[in-house]
């Protein structure tokens, strides 16, 4: 945190098998997942080779399905698609969960911003996860935007070079 907080931390890329990568964290937070009898999805070609910091995009791709743990209810699908085109990547993470309103949209990446009150307390978060996500994507070069609709879900959209 102390580090991110400075605008100075480091990235330090090395070439990732995405398809690997994305398995190894689907492992981690299946049983989370299982726990909440929700459902987790992963769709990525095989063999996709990235340049990333394996260590913080972890982190970013964590966050985004906590979010969709926390904000989901029982029976609902998290899926994560990956997609190629040329030398771009979209990463695309999507939930039925309760969504976020329309006019929360463009605050929900500042740090600090979470949506209703009341919300926050029975999740206990800080409403620091997606700015720290944000940031880790840009500094990566991507760019990362959301999708959402209240009651039906939420899709996050991160795009990459390859
Ligand atoms: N997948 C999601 N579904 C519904 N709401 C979400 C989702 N992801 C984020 N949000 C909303 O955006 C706010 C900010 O998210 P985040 O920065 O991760 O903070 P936190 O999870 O600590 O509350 C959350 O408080 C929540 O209201
Ligand atoms: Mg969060």
């Known amino acids: 945190m102390a580090k991110l907080d400075q605008n100075t931390f480091s990235i330090f890329k090395e070439k990732i098998d995405l398809y690997v990568f994305l398995q190894t964290i689907y492992e981690k937070v ?3 997942f299982q726990n909440k009898k929700m459902k987790l999805m992963i769709d990525c070609p095989k063999n996709l080779w990235i340049n990333l910091d394996p260590v913080r995009f972890e982190q970013v791709i964590i966050n985004l399905l906590d979010n969709s743990l926390k904000y989901s209810k029982e029976m609902t699908t998290t899926l994560v698609r ?6 771009e990547i979209e990463i695309t993470i ?8 329309q006019e929360d949209l463009p ?5 600090l911003y979470r949506v209703e009150k009341s919300r926050s ?4 978060g800080f409403g620091l996860g997606l700015a720290i996500v944000k940031q880790i994507v840009e500094a990566h070069g991507g760019e990362i935007s959301v999708e959402s609709q209240v009651g039906h879900g939420t899709c996050f ?6």
């Open 30 to 32: 299946l049983p989370a």
């Open 82 to 87: 990956v997609n190629k085109e040329k030398d």
């Open 94 to 101: 999507k939930d039925q969960g309760i969504g976020i309103p």
């Open 107 to 111: 605050y929900i990446f500042d740090r």
């Open 121 to 124: 307390r029975a999740t206990g």
């Open 157 to 162: 959209i991160i795009n990459l070079k390859q």
